[in-house]
């Protein structure tokens, strides 16, 4: 069965770090573009930053640029998401999520309805 399991949120301090970890199984992720995601209000969930399958193209909200790190290891079946200089604003739930289907404008995969797959979330709460 096809399942992925994002871990690594906690509780960390303002201006802290955390690195969120999405593992697959039951499929290979090296064809799948992965997504970061979080809630927004009113809205569906938030692409936080997404990477491709092909060429590790990245996309990066303005929010988080600068700050966050997204990475792929194929041969562990993982993606990573590096969170430096955490701020309170950053607090939620993050979801990864995996796609199947190649778009050539990383963009596209900031769209919810894109992905095949949805991880169950790990809460992130920046507070001092």
């Known amino acids: ?13 303002p201006g ?3 690195t969120l970890s999405c593992a697959a199984s039951g499929f290979t992720l090296d064809y799948y573009a992965i997504g970061w995601f979080r809630p927004a209000p009113g809205k569906e969930r938030e692409g936080v930053s997404c990477i491709s399958s092909s060429d590790g193209s990245t996309y990066y909200a303005d929010s ?5 790190t997204i ?14 200089s955490l701020k309170p604003e950053d607090t939620a739930v993050f979801y990864c999520a995996a796609a199947n289907t190649y778009y050539s404008n ?13 991880g169950q979330g790990t809460q992130v709460t ?3």
């Open 64 to 68: 988080v640029k600068g700050r966050f």
């Open 1 to 13: 069965q096809a399942q992925l399991v994002g871990s690594g949120g906690g509780l960390v301090q």
């Open 106 to 118: 990383i963009r596209a995969y900031t769209e919810n309805a894109k992905y095949d797959y949805w």
């Open 126 to 128: 920046v507070s001092s």
């Open 71 to 84: 990475s792929r290891d194929n041969a562990k079946n993982m993606v990573y998401l590096q969170m430096n």
């Open 16 to 18: 802290g770090s955390l």
